[in-house]
Every structure is written in structure tokens, then in C-alpha cells.
């Protein structure tokens, strides 16, 4: 494990108004990537994929989440579940690209078998030729291995060390401000997905989406109707950050045709709408009538895979009827997120710079990305996350 200067972290942690930004090697030093792996991704609720890519029973997504194999499929029963995409025997691959499992999940190798719910089911000559057992290898005992998972809005989270606390309190302040979006979601099709590949940290990603200040500057078609004095910041210290805004309601059809919105809520979100980092790895969007979520998928230092989706509260808002609404929303999105990509691309540059400190803050537009800072040092720090 890397030794970090415990003040510099200490510096991060100080209130918003003295505090620094993390330092450089966050952004560019290959130990502290590699302890942040466990740190931040492994001992934490992160995301790896959306459920909506294995619809059935049967389909299986491997998944190489920084460096770890895994595997997402769907069972009998109809649920995800996520095992490491290894056979027990030796440790070979199981499955290499998305596919349907008809039969068991077969090992290439020396043909071990395994069900859907991870069960050992076949060990061909494991007790020598023409027998397929042997009183010293226990079945029983050589499932597949179970990654914990959950899934929440369709994303695939998953604990890879197995010691964060249930979903259900990871979350439980994010569930409890949202309750009122527990609703079945159904994601918009091909034209509602589309994934952005960036020469950047994904923290930067995180960072940037959590606040409003850029907005006059970066979103100036955005900021025309929502203007930076409509926005709101949102910090959960420990848990995640993001932003608000008061004046939802962005014009997608000239004749006035509009997305059906979801089912009682409360007038907050008539022309609310909120945008939050769920750490590590998620950002999400709420708006009356449609949800968001992006994945950011940390490839290493340098370069993030942005996984955008979009999600209706009706199953009408997928029909032909709706294409065109469904086409400008994704067009809409797709265009602001675009327009980040030279911020997030030039703070990663930026990093290289010998002298910068990791930054300052606004005591008033930058807490949410302060709160993001605040908790991935405390990843580093265990006695702050002890104290959370």
C-alpha cells in the first residue's frame, strides 16, 4: 500500500473554505490508481453494468471490473446475480463475450459445468478416466464464487471484498430523498444509450457533474433556461454530492407533445429536478418524467468510459409514437455531456503540473465537489471512514 502524506489528506478533509482539492498523484501516480482500486472500488458499493443488458434467464455479461473477472447473468428465477467469471479448478476464464446460457456454464478447459446459481454440476474424469467423481473434491464446496450484488434503477452494483454494509444502508439516505421515484423504470432503447470514451480521470467526471458553477461558461444553451442562480447544491458527507435545479422543463417538441411523467409526485418536481453522484462510480438524474444513469467505467489513470442510459416511467414512452420525443431527450443530453469532455480532458492534462496543490474551492459553488473529495480521502484515511 502506498504511504500518503497523512496532512495532505488531512488538508483535503478541512471545511470547504480552507480546505485543498486532492493532490496530483491522485490523478497521475500508478500506486495510488492501484490502492484506490481496493480503497474506493472493492470495499465500497460500485457499479459495473446495467440489468437490462442480460433481459432473460440465461444471459450472461462478463465484466472485467478493473482488473477483477466477473461474471452478471440472470438466473431461473429471473434475478442477477454476479460470480467471479472463474472456474474453481484452475482458475480459467468461463465466459468471454455476452451470451446466452441454454445449458450450464461450461468450463473450455476441462469441461466443468456449472447452473445458473453457480452450483457445480459436472466434474468429467475429475476420479480418473470414466469417473466423474472422487470422494476428496466436494462440490458442495466448489460453486462458483459470489461477488455481492445489488440492483437499484437497473445498475448492477456490486462489493467485491464483501465488507461494506447492505445496499439498503449504503444508500439509505439516497433511497429515503428519492423514494418518491421507486417506481418500475423502462429504459428507452438503442436510441437511448450511448457511451462517451474520455482522455481523463474518472473523478474528474464525478467532480464536474457535481456542481453547477460551470455552467455559463460550459452549458451556455443549458444555462439559457436553467440558470446558475436556479441551481442548488446537494452534499451527504460520506455518502454523495450533486446539484439541484428549480426550472425544469426543457421544450423537446415544437407541437407540444410531452413524456408521460411519473406516477404521484409531489409538486418539488414539477419543474425540479436533481442530478447526484452516488460514490463511487454512478451519476444519476431524476426529472419528472424520465431518469438517467452514467456509469463511469475507470479504464486506468488517464481514460474513462462515460455508459449513458435513459429510462421512462411508462411502457408507452418506448413505442414509435414516442421516437421522436425519446431522440431529442437522448440528443439533448448526449450534446451537454459532450460539452464537458474539453473540461474534464484539460484538468487531467492540468494534473501534470509540478506545482499545483490540488486546488481551492468555492466556499459556495464548489461543496459538492468538496464532498466528493472529502470522501474519497477518507478512503484513505480508515480511522475518518471508522468515524462516518
Known amino acids: ?38 480503497s474506493v472500488f472493492f470495499d465500497n458499493w460500485a457499479a459495473i453494468g446495467f440489468a437490462k443488458d442480460i433481459p432473460e434467464s440465461g444471459d450472461a455479461m462478463p465484466v472485467n471490473f478493473l482488473g477483477q473477472p466477473l461474471l452478471a447473468l440472470r438466473n431461473k428465477d429471473g434475478n442477477v446475480r454476479v460470480y467471479e467469471n472463474i472456474c474453481r479448478h484452475r482458475g480459467m476464464i468461463l465466459v468471454e463475450e455476452p451470451k446466452k446460457i441454454t445449458g450450464a456454464i461450461r468450463c473450455a478447459y ?25 470422494e476428496d473434491v466436494n462440490r458442495d464446496q466448489l460453486g462458483l464464487n459470489i461477488v455481492r450484488s445489488h440492483v437499484w434503477m437497473d445498475i448492477i452494483f456490486v462489493n467485491v471484498s464483501g465488507t461494506a454494509p447492505a445496499f439498503e444502508d449504503y444508500a439509505a439516505h439516497l433511497l429515503q430523498r428519492w423514494k418518491e421515484f421507486d417506481h418500475p423504470i423502462y429504459h428507452g432503447g438503442p436510441d437511448s444509450s450511448f457511451k462517451l470514451e474520455i482522455k481523463t480521470n474518472w473523478k474528474l467526471a464525478v467532480e464536474n457533474y457535481c456542481e453547477s458553477y460551470h455552467l455559463p461558461w460550459v ?41 408521460k411523467n411519473f406516477p404521484d409526485l409531489s409538486s418539488k418536481w414539477d419543474t425540479g429536478a436533481e442530478y447526484i453522484a452516488l460514490f463511487p462510480n454512478v451519476l444519476l438524474g431524476v426529472h419528472r418524467d424520465h431518469t438517467f444513469a452514467i456509469i463511469l467505467e475507470a479504464i486506468d489513470m488517464h481514460n474513462t468510459v462515460e455508459h449513458v442510459e435513459i429510462y421512462y416511467t411508462d ?52 461543496t459538492a465537489t ?6 474519497v480521502a477518507s478512503r484513505f484515511m480508515p480511522e475518518a471512514e471508522a468515524a462516518e
Not at 110 to 134: E, I
Not at 235 to 252: D, F, I, R
Not at 349 to 359: E, L, M, V
Not at 370 to 375: N, R
Open 370 to 375: 468538496h464532498c466528493f473529495h472529502h470522501w
Open 219 to 259: 452549458h451556455p444553451g443549458l444555462n439559457a433556461y436553467s440558470r446558475i442562480e436556479d441551481h442548488y447544491n446537494i452534499n451527504e458527507y460520506g455518502h454523495y454530492a450533486g446539484q439541484g435545479t428549480v426550472v425544469y422543463n426543457p421544450t423537446l417538441n415544437d407541437d407540444g407533445k410531452t413524456l
Open 315 to 366: 411502457p408507452e414512452m418506448l413505442t414509435d409514437d414516442y421516437a421522436t420525443l425519446r431522440q431529442q431527450n437522448a440528443g439533448m443530453w448526449k450534446g451537454v455531456f459532450v460539452e464537458d469532455i474539453f473540461v474534464v480532458e484539460g484538468m487531467q492534462r492540468g494534473r501534470s503540473a509540478h506545482q499545483f496543490d490540488g486546488g481551492r474551492f468555492s466556499p459556495v459553488l464548489d
Open 110 to 134: 476441462h469441461s466443468w459445468c456449472y447452473d445458473l446459481d453457480g452450483k457445480l454440476r459436472a466434474t468429467p474424469h475429475v476420479g480418473g478416466p470414466g469417473n466423474n467423481t472422487h
Open 1 to 38: 500500500m502506498k504511504m500518503i502524506d497523512k496532512s495532505v489528506l488531512e488538508a483535503v478533509m478541512r471545511p470547504v473554505n480552507t480546505a485543498n482539492g486532492l493532490p496530483n498523484e491522485f490523478y497521475t501516480d500508478e500506486a495510488t490508481f492501484a490502492e484506490e482500486k481496493q
